[in-house]
C-alpha cells in the first residue's frame, strides 16, 4: 500500500520560473493538505483541499501560490516567479476524512 | 492568533533515561493533538494521537493531555540513539485536519 506520494523530491528553479509540485495521495484518501517548512521551523499549514475543491486557502500566500486537485491524477501546488524566498520544502499530506493525516516526503525546493 | 509553543532544545538526555517533550497551545477549543517526529531532512511521520485528558500508551512512547492547562506531552522511555529527532507537536482546532505545528524539540540521545 503506497504511501503518500510526491514528486519531484528535489527542484531547483531559477527566479522568476515556475514550480509545479507533484502530490498523490494514499489510496483512499481524499483529503489532502499542503505544508510548507522553512529552515529550522516548523511546518505552516498552506492549502486543504478535496477533490475538485478548495476547502481552506487560508495560509497560501496571496499571490503566485496556487493549488488545485484535479477529478482525475495528483494535487498540484504550483508557484509562479519564484523568488529565493521560496526556497523551502514542501510536504503534502492525505487522509481519509478528518483523522490522522500522513505525510509524503516532501519536495525541497531551491531558487537560484 | 491560535499558536503552539515547544522548546526548541536541544535537549540532551543519556541512553536508557526517559525524554519528555512539552507542548503548550492558545486556542481553547483544540480537539485533536498529534506528536510527529522527524528525522533531519526526512518527512514528519505519526508516533502518537491524543484526544482525551489524561495519557495514552504506545510502546515506549505516552501522550499526555491536559485540556484544562492546554498542555500536552510527551513521554519518550528507555530512550534510544535512534530516537534523536526533532519533535513536532500538531494541534488540530477542531473540524478538518488544518494542523497548527510548533517549531519543534530537538532531541539528542547520546550513549
Known amino acids: 500500500n503506497a504511501g503518500v506520494m510526491q514528486n519531484p523530491r528535489h527542484l531547483v528553479r531559477r527566479r522568476g520560473q515556475e514550480a509545479r509540485l507533484r502530490c498523490s495521495p494514499m489510496k483512499g484518501h481524499s483529503h489532502v493538505y499542503w505544508y510548507r517548512q522553512l529552515p529550522e521551523e516548523g511546518l505552516k499549514f498552506m492549502v486543504y483541499l478535496q477533490k475538485e475543491n478548495i476547502i481552506d486557502e487560508s495560509g497560501m500566500p496571496k499571490e503566485r501560490f496556487s493549488a488545485e486537485f484535479p477529478k482525475e491524477g495528483p494535487s498540484i501546488l504550483r508557484i509562479q516567479q519564484v523568488v529565493r524566498g521560496d526556497s523551502a520544502a514542501y510536504f503534502c499530506?492525505?487522509?481519509?476524512?478528518?483523522?490522522?493525516?500522513?505525510f509524503g516526503q516532501g519536495t525541497r525546493l531551491t531558487v537560484v | 492568533q491560535k499558536e503552539v509553543e515547544q522548546n526548541s532544545g536541544p535537549l540532551s538526555v543519556p541512553e536508557g533515561a526517559i525524554a519528555s517533550l512539552n507542548c503548550t497551545y492558545s486556542?481553547?477549543?483544540?480537539?485533536?493533538f498529534f506528536w510527529y517526529r522527524q528525522y533531519s531532512g526526512k518527512s514528519p511521520e505519526l508516533i502518537m494521537s491524543i484526544y482525551s485528558n489524561g495519557d495514552k500508551e504506545d510502546g515506549r512512547f505516552t501522550a499526555q493531555l491536559n485540556k484544562a492547562s492546554q498542555y500536552v506531552s510527551l513521554l519518550i522511555r528507555d530512550s534510544q540513539p535512534s530516537d534523536s529527532a526533532t519533535y513536532l507537536c500538531?494541534?488540530?482546532?477542531?473540524?478538518?485536519?488544518?494542523?497548527?505545528f510548533g517549531a519543534g524539540t530537538r532531541l539528542a540521545v547520546h550513549p
Open positions: 499530506a492525505s487522509s481519509p476524512e478528518n483523522t490522522e493525516a500522513f
Open positions: 500538531a494541534v488540530n482546532p477542531g473540524g478538518y485536519n488544518k494542523l497548527i
Open positions: 486556542d481553547r477549543v483544540s480537539q485533536s
